[in-house]
């Protein structure tokens, strides 16, 4: 059964940084496609960023670019995200996604919060 678990998230500071992990398991993860997404209260969930099966290609929303870093080990079959220079916006459930052959496969979410 595919699984992806997210772990973490927390509350820090503005300007402060996090980094998230993802653990996959039950699928092919070198051969999938994964993003990070996040859902702040009141708003659609929206993509982060992304990474394609052999990692050369990368695209993040413009709110994060050059703050985030998405990252992935396929051979621990682990996706992070490293998020620096955090802001109060970046308020969020942040979850795992993973594309493979066709099957879409979510985590169950970590919560990320920025305030002092």
């Known amino acids: 059964q595919a699984q992806l678990v997210e772990s973490g998230g927390g509350l820090v500071q503005p300007g402060g940084s996090l980094r998230l992990s993802c653990a996959a398991s039950g699928f092919n993860f070198k051969w999938a496609d994964v993003s990070w997404y996040r859902q702040a209260p009141g708003k659609e969930r929206e993509m982060v960023a992304t990474?394609?099966?052999?990692?050369?290609?990368?695209n993040y929303a413009e709110s994060v670019q050059g703050r985030f870093t998405i990252s992935r080990d396929n051979d621990r079959n682990t996706l992070y995200l490293q998020m620096n220079s955090l802001r109060p916006e970046d308020t969020a459930v942040y979850y795992c996604?993973?594309?493979?052959?066709?099957?879409?496969?979510w985590g169950q979410g970590t919560q990320v919060t920025v305030s002092s």
């Open positions: 996604h993973a594309r493979a052959l066709g099957d879409d496969y």
């Open positions: 990474i394609t099966r052999p990692g050369q290609f990368k």
